[in-house]
T-cell receptor
Framework: GENVEQHPSTLSVQEGDSAVIKCTYSDSASNYFPWYKQELGKRPQLIIDIRSNVGEKKDQRIAVTLNKTAKHFSLHITETQPEDSAVYFCAATLDNYGQNFVFGPGTRLSVLP | DAGVTQSPTHLIKTRGQHVTLRCSPISGHKSVSWYQQVLGQGPQFIFQYYEKEERGRGNFPDRFSARQFPNYSSELNVNALLLGDSALYLC?????????????FGPGTRLTVL
């Protein structure tokens, strides 16, 4: 089955700096890679996703890159703000009957003012 | 539009008891998935239901079961509760069955087993 690793487990950056979180997956057949943000005590919220036929996707200050050959994908947040502080989860999934998301262990991002 | 809703928000049970958690998907969504999130970890997939049929099952014991109703709402049942079942149980809905469809999470039910 799919296995997703995520690094770093914690990340502290100064407000205005960039943050990068990296994930690797094991199954080369995985084809959809969402990123979720989870604030303390709240539900995971989708912030960006990428499909395997695309190498990069950007939405304002957030971007995701995918390297299918190396089986890794990364979340990039530019111009970080204190409200970006949260736990970020990457996930991978197969376009396959009955298979569902496999999440990474999470990265706790702290943006220091 | 209302998002995914779950009930109850919090629940305290003792070992050996059973529990039923409920989920209402976003209107029009036909797929419901259940995840268990232990403190400090990522969500772990338990079940997916689509059109009232089980379409996927994660690596959880038979004490865990679920069902989906004609209105696409869903219940997760856990029997013979163990201390290790204490977690946040998340429901996610999507329109289609396939995993490449965006999933939207509910607020979760926090289960504490004493």
């Amino acid at each position: 089955g799919e296995n997703v690793e995520q690094h770093p487990s914690t990340l502290s950056v100064q407000e205005g700096d960039s943050a990068v979180i990296k994930c690797t997956y094991s199954d080369s057949a995985s084809n959809y890679f969402p990123w979720y943000k989870q604030e303390l005590g709240k539900r995971p919220q989708l912030i960006i996703d990428i499909r395997s036929n695309v190498g990069e996707k950007k939405d304002q200050r957030i971007a995701v890159t995918l390297n299918k050959t190396a089986k890794h994908f990364s979340l990039h947040i530019t111009e970080t703000q204190p409200e970006d502080s949260a736990v970020y989860f990457c996930a991978a999934t197969l376009d396959n009957y009955g298979q569902n998301f496999v999440f990474g262990p999470g990265t706790r991002l702290s943006v220091l003012p | 539009d209302a998002g995914v809703t779950q009930s109850p928000t919090h629940l305290i049970k003792t070992r050996g008891q059973h529990v039923t958690l409920r989920c209402s998907p976003i209107s029009g969504h036909k797929s419901v998935s259940w995840y268990q999130q232990v403190l400090g970890q990522g969500p772990q997939f338990i079940f997916q239901y689509y059109e009232k049929e089980e379409r996927g099952r994660g690596n959880f014991p038979d004490r865990f079961s679920a069902r989906q109703f004609p209105n696409y709402s869903s219940e997760l049942n856990v029997n013979a509760l163990l201390l290790g079942d204490s977690a946040l149980y998340l429901c996610a809905s999507s329109f289609k069955r396939t995993d490449t469809d965006t999933q939207y999470f509910g607020p979760g039910t926090r289960l504490t087993v004493l």
